[in-house]
């Protein structure tokens, strides 16, 4: 398989919007799939629950799919996803998500968006750092530019590292402008690659995205 893992630093560090954004930068070079196997805190509709993440990353795939592919284990609770399975009493291990996250087509390439940071709990006594080692793709790493984001980002790097994966790239998705240049401070203490995300300045954006996978 191949593809990328996204994990972020932490909960709402815009890894899914930076995710649509990945996946519209190499639409043009790959056919993507996404795949985001686990999400809690989804809608109820009628008799379902609508994987609110899931969806915005399969409508941004050129060839969107069946959504129970994209996302095959959906929870109304807002908990990890491993405690909101328990509390739903249904039982999803390191395997289940491997599974779920298959392409239909070999040559299909991933984009997996895990839960949370890479330590937080996914599934039953499973983290999303047992989860990407499972797969062994490359990893990005989404962290929110702001103050103290160089500390996040180097555990986050650390963390990924001590599981012997490799690093694509680390995101700083500044999500409001700022002149911290943490980017610049970050280079100083890591070899990993750093992009920032800026709305407005995509082409940037995706000209880095597009050099370095």
């Known amino acids: 398989m191949k593809g990328l893992f996204i994990s972020g630093s932490g909960t709402d560090v815009g890894k899914t919007f930076v995710t649509i954004h990945l996946i519209h930068a190499l639409n043009e070079k790959y056919t993507i799939v996404a795949r985001k196997p686990m999400e809690s805190d989804c809608i109820k509709d009628d008799n379902s629950l609508v994987p609110k993440d899931a969806v915005l990353l399969n409508e941004a795939c050129r060839n969107p799919e069946p959504i129970d592919v994209v996302c095959q284990f959906k929870f109304e609770a807002c908990m990890s996803g491993e405690k909101a399975s328990i509390e739903q009493g249904v039982k999803v291990n390191l395997s289940d998500l491997v599974q779920a996250v298959q392409p239909s087509n070999g040559n299909d390439f991933v984009m997996i968006e895990g839960a949370g940071g890479f330590y937080s709990p996914i599934a039953q006594q499973t983290l999303n750092s047992d989860f990407a ?60 690659e750093v992009v920032v995300f800026n709305k407005d300045r995509l082409n940037d954006f995706n000209a880095k995205v597009m050099a370095l996978i």
């Open 133 to 192: 080692s499972a797969l062994g793709l490359p990893i990005v790493i989404v962290v929110k530019d702001e103050l103290g984001a160089i500390n996040q980002a180097l555990l986050s790097i650390k963390a990924v590292k001590k599981h012997k994966l490799d690093i694509s790239m680390l995101i700083l998705n500044q999500i409001t402008p700022n002149s911290l240049d943490n980017a610049k401070a970050l280079s100083a203490y890591t070899e990993v």
